[in-house]
């Protein structure tokens, strides 16, 4: 694993509305190193999400190429981009979307059940992540019986459970106070700085985003330049932005 | 995996308590009310479906009404292919008050038992009934309805017939089948003639029909036809037709309602499975999300549509199942009403089965929409649902 982890050529995505092309990212290249912690910034509707999802595999670009560990995802089928996805990413939302009929744990053994563990091996593994973000007390419970940050830390646990080579994450303070928003950004520097993530985190507060490696900023379809975070290394702050 | 999925589509059945009651509730209804219209049709049919193919009835071409010579018997038993000939007679007697109807028949006993081996009677019993010129053998269910016990006497007043008359109950037969009529009243023709010949000697020695026993059920017509030849151009012509076609003209004039309740059987399901598939679109509907996340997650499009069909079809089966365990004493209960219009009322295997068979296609039709739909989405589209 030599190259870079997430190498982004020429990649364009135009959505159609009504018929009419809506260019929404134009010509965007550049590459992503291993345990990276990237943070992308922009204005609402500056496509953000939408590169987001290209590197993750949940949405195909209308051009260029995208590389993740030297795979072009953009080659792949709607099934083996599926299975790609489950080895490869670790999904975070805005609103969590967990299943609200699982309970802390389930929802974490979730993507374990695409890979070959048995039931004893992935209880194991779910109740590790779930220790690692401090909810080891709260497997049993059922996510509208957790607070948002607490959800968005069971959302984390699921993200990390598979050991996959990407974290993306989607405003994944968005919904929550600062403290919990401080929390969860501790926890996405602990995953980055101890285990080696390499993350890509969308946000719209400069206080989050100042905890990344570095920061890019989208604006009409155009990446800028590389920014080094500001405030790095922030680690041992215990009050993050939020 | 699968249990995993099961499991979740489990809880996603019942997440909605309100809902998943109702709509189980309705489906519960509409299995049920399957299962008894059904029923009725069965039960409308039942003689028919009783019916050997082994025996052919001959009666008088004009009417039913209109009764045979009985030396008619000794012709129709020269008929290459007939193995043995018997007779009855309604009796339409009243047993107490009007509404205590069933039905009655004057018989030969010797030759009509080997003709209906369903009518299980031990031989000592049938020697009893045999023996006994008043003698009556009737069926378990009738016994049962008036509490006659062997040894009892039984008083009908005569209507096609007038007066009073008495018989000795010297055998219940059970029925060999489900669908043995269990109702019958059986006497001796001979008691019947010996009394008619004093009062009416122009209508002695008749009978309404004779029952023809036959060797091969495939040469019905054939002999049919060899017997009503037999008869043509003479004052009382016959009408030979199997067993199963005399009882289905019985059922021919009232064929119309039993068309419509039939139909009406099925419009039941339609309405429960258009219910029913409204209740999964709307469910699977606010999922869509929680699908998108699942294929997010790397699950297959297969898997997230296997989840929508496996909790529409625990809705499906479970009221299924509560419907049809539902109609058997339902089944019972009305069937105890309608004892007198329906000898036969019973929750036939077949009904069963097609109650299985509409809970699948409830649970199956109402999920393909909503799975293909959640199949289809785009993940990155299902995503923005939310909110
Ligand atoms: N499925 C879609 N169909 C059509 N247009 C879309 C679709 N998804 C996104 N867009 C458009 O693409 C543009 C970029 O959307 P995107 O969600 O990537 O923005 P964003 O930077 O994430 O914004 P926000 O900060 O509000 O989340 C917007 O103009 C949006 O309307
Ligand atoms: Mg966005």
Redesign the interface.
Known sequence: MSGPAVSLRAVAKTYWRGGQPVPVLTDISFDIQHGDFLALMGPSGSGKSTLLNLIAGIDQPTGGEIRVDDVDIARLSESELADWRARHVGFIFQFYNLMPVLTALENVELPLMLTSLNRRQRREHAQLALEMVGLAERVGHYPNELSGGQQQRVAIARAIVTDPTLIVADEPTGDLDRKSAGEILDLLDRLNGDLGKTIVMVTHDQRAAERAHAIRHLEKGELSALEVAVSRPVTSEREGGG | ?VF?LLK?AF??AV?HRLRAMLTLSGIVVAILAFGLLRTVVGAWYAGADAASDKRLITRSSISLVFSLPIAYGERIRQVPGVSSVSWANWFGGVYIEEKNFFPQFAVDPVTYLPLYPEFVLDEASQKAFIRDRRGAMVGRKLAQRFGWKVGDVVTLRGTIFPGSWSFVVRGIYKGRNQSTDENQFLFHWDYLNEKIRTVAPRYADRTGVFVVGIQDGSAAAEISQQVDALFKNSLAETLTETEKAFQLGFVAMTEVIVQAIEIVSFVVILIIMAVMANTMAMSARERT??YA?????????MSVGSLIFAESMVLGLAGGAMGIVLTYPAVRAIGGALDNIFPIFNVADKTVWMQLGASLVIGLSAACVPSIRAMRV???DG?RA??
């Open positions: 995996m995993f979740m809880k996603n997440r999300a929680e996340t699942l294929k997010a997650l790397g699950f297959q499009p785009r993940i990155v995503l939310i909110a």
